[in-house]
């Protein structure tokens, strides 16, 4: 029986499977041995070339119609493999990254030819796939080599130590100090900050300074709280070992001696405070020099629910401040020379003059991150005025965030490094969008009308920037303010014209 029923559905499989999808029945007959191409219709026709082919031709040409800019797009995917090796645990997930960016490339290059019928796709394909194994090589390799293995517990003993560099923090009524030493017992050289009280620290225990003390140290700490602030990865990264305190007196066996710079941002901090005294000098001292070591946690915190936080901070506000008016005062100057202005382009010495201004005022301010980071785009966007292309792009973006993250990997997880690019790229997009350059358009009206536009724009400007900033405010300090706009619409003006 059971032969029977299997030869019985072997004649009748043409019939079943033409009324099982649609097709008027074939009798076996028609379809004999043989007919010609007798057995090829008994099925029907495999579409599947047919429909890949169309699916890459809406790809394509969704890619020409949108004319999307690859620079850009090579950040995010440079970004990406960054993040990839953050999310990863194991080698082997490393390697599956940077073998799926290679292998998207290479299928690219060997499957569709330069001139083929899918440039785009190509394209795309190469550039997005190498920078994906880019990013995830690259923080790799800055991790393996500049990353520094924590001591393996915490202990107290008397350390000898070079002074690499020193932080005051009169607030706190401490100095930070990051010194080279060797970790007791195994004789590995070893980076450590420590917090030495103010009354113990004399001016002698600068840069270079040879010292000895008595410490407690500890491993760099993780996260309190999951997804809070990581302070061990950042350790990792600065090559730090081991955090801890003094809890002993500083023995000096020879002096330092501050550098130029060093020097320079100590003094200058000096002058704002011994002149204007309390809360204010502290925070002009922290605009003016970059130190923040005087504002209180009262004022800190105050500024932090305001929303106004990254004023405290040398960033874009301050380094373009600085920038724009060294380039108003030479061009408005080197104006008043008729026989200059008529042989110089007088824009193109502006910008190197402002160029200038802000390189030196990034590395016055210590050369932070953020400060460099922001010098950098100020720099792209005068570039970009001198000849003559336009300031705000995304290009230039994408150019800043691919240098930042080229030599700092590691500060993608950073809030610091996604505020400021969420911000700068939320800035970009608004006024970059149709409507908005219809509504900023110059026109002929009362300077009522055209100051009450200015308004609207920067408040339209500071909501936009508010909800692009929300979402990374939320993940990672856990509370978000409801009236930051208006707060910077007040501050950021005042505080451009005070500094």
């Not at 706190?172 to 030493?181: E, G, I, P, S």
Request: net charge positive.
């Amino acid at each position: 029986p059971v032969a029977a029923m299997t030869l019985s559905l072997a004649i009748n499989r043409p019939f079943l499977s033409s009324a099982a999808m649609g097709r008027k029945p074939v009798p076996l007959a028609a379809v004999g041995s043989d007919a010609p191409h007798g057995a090829a219709l008994q099925h029907g026709p495999w579409r599947m070339r047919a429909n890949l082919s169309s699916g890459l031709e809406q790809v394509e040409r969704f890619l020409a119609r949108t004319v999307l800019e690859h620079a850009p797009w090579a950040v995010v995917a440079l970004g990406s493999g960054i993040a990839m090796w953050f999310i990863g645990r194991d080698v082997w997930q490393w390697l599956a990254v940077i073998a799926f960016g290679l292998g998207t490339a290479m299928t690219a290059l060997a499957l569709l030819s330069p001139g083929g019928a899918f440039p785009f796709i190509r394209r795309a394909m190469v550039t997005l796939g190498f920078a994906l194994a880019l990013g995830c090589g690259l923080v790799w390799v800055k991790a393996s080599v500049v990353g520094a293995t924590p001591i393996a517990r915490s202990f107290v003993a008397e350390i000898g130590a070079t002074v690499l560099s020193r932080e005051d923090q009169p607030a706190d009524k401490r100095v930070r100090l990051l010194l080279a030493t060797r970790e007791p017992g195994t004789d590995r050289a070893i980076k450590v900050r420590l917090n030495v009280p103010i009354e113990q620290v004399r001016p002698e225990i600068a840069n270079g300074a040879a010292i000895r003390v008595r410490a407690r140290l500890v491993p760099p700490p993780p996260p309190m709280l999951p997804g809070g602030y990581d302070f061990s990865r950042t350790a990792w990264f600065a090559g730090i070992s081991a955090t801890g305190s003094a809890i002993g007196p500083v023995t000096i066996l020879s002096p330092g001696q501050l550098g130029i710079l060093d020097f320079a941002q100590q003094g200058l901090s000096r002058h704002v405070q011994d002149n204007i005294a309390g809360s204010p000098g502290a925070i002009a001292a922290a605009l003016a020099s970059g130190d923040r070591g005087g504002i209180s946690e009262a004022d800190d915190q105050a500024m932090r629910d305001a929303g106004l936080t990254h004023l405290l901070s040398v960033s874009g506000l301050h380094v373009s401040a600085v920038i724009a008016a060294a380039y108003f005062v030479v061009l408005r100057f080197l104006a008043l020379l008729p026989w200059l202005a008529l042989r110089v382009r007088l824009p193109l010495v502006a910008a190197g003059a402002g160029a200038v201004s802000g390189i030196g005022y990034t590395l016055l301010t210590g050369a932070e991150l953020p400060t460099i980071r922001s010098c950098l785009g100020a720099v792209l966007v005068l570039l970009a005025m001198a000849i003559g292309r336009d300031p705000l792009s995304m290009r230039l973006v994408a150019i800043a965030a691919f240098v930042v993250l080229l030599f700092w990997p590691e500060a993608l997880v950073g809030p610091s490094f996604q505020m400021s690019f969420a911000a700068v790229i939320a800035i970009v997009a608004l006024h970059g969008s149709q409507a908005m350059r219809a509504f900023n358009a110059p026109r002929d009206e009362g300077w009522a009308a055209k100051g009450l536009r200015h308004i609207v724009a920067l408040l339209l400007t500071g909501v936009v920037i508010e909800l692009a900033l929300m979402p990374i405010v939320l993940f990672h300090f856990h509370r978000a303010g409801i009236y930051g706009a208006p707060a910077n619409i007040v501050a950021i003006p005042l505080t451009t014209f005070a500094a």
